[in-house]
């Protein structure tokens, strides 16, 4: 599994597509061409990027002293946009961490099946930056208007390579890639000159307003959000209020996840409409031992343990819950659909904790400390539906739930992070 927040892919109310917000493009894996992100807006921030190459490894065997080229991919992320206007194209790549060392490659992309001739070299970068970190310029890279080479190979070297001429229209494919295991993320900074024109503001019909407060209290809070379903492909998200209003296109099913430190994240479906407002009000419940959250967006291939993909986004809304959280411990608790079958069956209770356990192998990968977890199969004991009446029900007894252990001072650690039940 790949921990990654990609660009910025939103429209909050009267600003610019693409101005606030994050987006995730969840169709194939963005550390592959056949994923590249496509990029609207100048500014584009990765905050946590991906390890390792993605699904192929598309870039590789090349030399050392390869001019154009990196010997291999490491941990890659792809993008793809297009010249807004006739322009000369500069742009920097900025990590947040001065340590990191990052290179590029740029590709013209109006070639029919491009991602099948990188593959087999049939294509080459048209300017390309793999020279060694320069701290004395916080480690940024790019194209630039006064540098003097096309293409700055392994080694020391400038760490900008010369500026493109672009017509308007012209497809272009940027691969950044981190050598080492990336410490932090980066953004990217495009500039064009003369620069394009500025954007006609796209009127949407429908307002979707979301507000966040405790459960407690009544309170305001300040989280962050994410909303499936709003954009095709796409995973919007946003931070830092406590009420964010956006502009959508009608009769759009939706799923708004919250999440603050210190309070249990929050999941809600919203059903289409063509209402003019959808008013989305959403409390959060402070962590508290005992407290239970139900994952009831990961699904199962079948009789298996095997995630569908559509069950990412739950998997790294409890993922940043742990990471946001250091001093949480969690239960991770399988449950199966088996209104048939005689409760606590073995083969039921198996299947629960591989699930579980899944789950459990998702959140050590991306490296939440073991003592910290803990799972456990529920088999078909605790049905939410023990008699379900149609697939929406049986769904929804399919699920894993979170259970807090133990937060802060009153956090025990589990000796055993691995721990199967009976049950």
Same mark, same amino acid.
């Given at each position: 599994?790949?921990?990654?927040?990609?660009?910025?892919?939103?429209?909050?109310?009267?600003?610019?597509?693409?101005?606030?917000?994050?987006?995730?493009?969840?169709?194939?894996?963005?550390?592959?061409?056949?994923?590249?992100?496509?990029?609207?807006?100048?500014?584009?921030?990765?905050?946590?990027? !991906?390890?390792?190459?993605?699904?192929?490894?598309?870039?590789?065997?090349?030399?050392?002293?390869?001019?154009?080229?990196?010997?291999? +991919?490491?941990?890659?992320?792809?993008?793809?946009?297009?010249?807004?206007?006739?322009?000369?194209?500069?742009?920097?790549?900025?990590?947040?961490?001065?340590?990191?060392?990052?290179?590029?490659?740029?590709?013209? &992309?109006?070639?029919?099946?491009?991602? !099948?001739?990188?593959?087999?070299?049939? =294509?080459?970068?048209?300017?390309?930056?793999?020279?060694?970190?320069?701290?004395?310029?916080?480690?940024? *890279?790019?194209?630039?208007?006064?540098?003097?080479?096309?293409?700055?190979?392994?080694?020391?070297?400038?760490?900008?390579?010369?500026?493109?001429?672009?017509?308007?229209?012209?497809? #272009?494919?940027?691969?950044?890639?981190? $050598?080492?295991?990336?410490?932090?993320?980066?953004?990217?900074?495009?500039?064009?000159?003369?620069?394009?024109?500025?954007?006609?503001?796209?009127?949407?019909?429908?307002?979707?307003?979301?507000?966040?407060?405790?459960?407690?209290?009544?309170?305001?809070?300040?989280?962050?959000?994410?909303?499936?379903?709003?954009?095709?492909?796409?995973?919007?998200?946003?931070?830092?209020?406590?009420?964010?209003?956006?502009?959508?296109?009608?009769?759009?099913?939706?799923?708004?996840? *919250?999440?603050?430190?210190? #309070?249990?994240?929050?999941?809600?479906?919203?059903?289409?409409?063509?209402?003019?407002? =959808?008013?989305?009000?959403?409390?959060?419940?402070?962590?508290?031992?005992?407290?239970?959250?139900?994952?009831?967006?990961?699904?199962?291939?079948? @009789?298996?343990?095997?995630?569908?993909?559509?069950?990412?986004?739950?998997? #790294?809304?409890?993922?940043?819950?742990? +990471?946001? @959280?250091?001093?949480?411990?969690?239960?991770?608790? &399988?449950?199966?659909?088996?209104?048939?079958?005689?409760?606590?069956?073995?083969?039921?209770?198996?299947?629960?904790?591989?699930?579980?356990?899944?789950?459990?192998?998702?959140?050590?990968? @991306?490296?939440?400390?073991?003592?910290?977890?803990?799972?456990?199969?529920?088999?078909?004991?605790?049905?939410?539906? $023990?008699?379900?009446? @149609?697939?929406?029900?049986?769904?929804?007894?399919?699920?894993?739930? =979170?259970?807090?252990?133990?937060?802060? +001072?009153?956090?025990?650690?589990?000796?055993? $992070?691995?721990?199967?039940?009976?049950?």
């Amino acid at each position: 599994m790949r921990n990654r927040s990609n660009t910025l892919a939103a429209l909050l109310l009267g600003l610019p597509l693409m101005a606030l917000a994050q987006g995730e493009v969840r169709t194939a894996d963005p550390a592959d061409c056949a994923g590249a992100i496509y990029v609207k807006d100048s500014i584009v921030t990765c905050d946590n990027p !991906g390890r390792g190459f993605g699904n192929v490894l598309e870039i590789k065997e090349n030399i050392s002293t390869d001019l154009k080229w990196f010997e291999r +991919e490491h941990h890659t992320t792809w993008y793809l946009f297009r010249a807004p206007v006739k322009t000369s194209l500069t742009f920097d790549i900025i990590p947040h961490d001065p340590q990191d060392d990052i290179d590029f490659l740029l590709f013209q &992309g109006n070639i029919p099946d491009f991602c !099948g001739k990188v593959l087999s070299k049939q =294509v080459a970068p048209v300017r390309s930056n793999i020279s060694r970190n320069d701290p004395g310029i916080n480690s940024m *890279c790019g194209l630039r208007k006064d540098a003097t080479e096309d293409f700055v190979r392994s080694g020391v070297g400038s760490s900008y390579s010369r500026a493109i001429d672009v017509e308007e229209g012209d497809l #272009y494919y940027l691969v950044v890639d981190f $050598p080492d295991r990336p410490r932090g993320g980066f953004t990217i900074r495009f500039h064009y000159d003369p620069p394009p024109p500025p954007p006609v503001e796209e009127v949407l019909p429908q307002r979707l307003v979301v507000t966040i407060a405790d459960s407690l209290s009544g309170e305001s809070l300040e989280a962050s959000i994410s909303i499936e379903g709003m954009m095709f492909d796409s995973i919007v998200e946003a931070r830092g209020r406590s009420r964010y209003e956006f502009r959508m296109d009608t009769y759009r099913k939706l799923r708004v996840n *919250c999440l603050r430190k210190g #309070y249990m994240f929050r999941s809600m479906r919203v059903k289409a409409s063509g209402d003019s407002l =959808v008013q989305v009000d959403l409390k959060l419940q402070p962590i508290q031992p005992g407290a239970k959250v139900v994952l009831d967006d990961i699904h199962f291939v079948g @009789n298996d343990s095997k995630v569908l993909r559509s069950s990412q986004g739950s998997l #790294y809304m409890l993922l940043h819950f742990m +990471e946001q @959280n250091p001093a949480a411990t969690i239960e991770i608790q &399988g449950h199966v659909n088996g209104p048939m079958i005689k409760k606590n069956n073995p083969e039921l209770v198996e299947l629960s904790t591989e699930r579980a356990q899944t789950v459990f192998n998702f959140l050590l990968v @991306n490296d939440v400390d073991p003592s910290r977890l803990a799972y456990v199969g529920m088999g078909n004991s605790q049905m939410l539906f $023990p008699d379900p009446k @149609n697939r929406q029900e049986s769904e929804a007894n399919r699920r894993v739930e =979170v259970r807090i252990t133990g937060y802060g +001072e009153l956090a025990t650690p589990s000796a055993t $992070p691995a721990r199967r039940s009976s049950h």
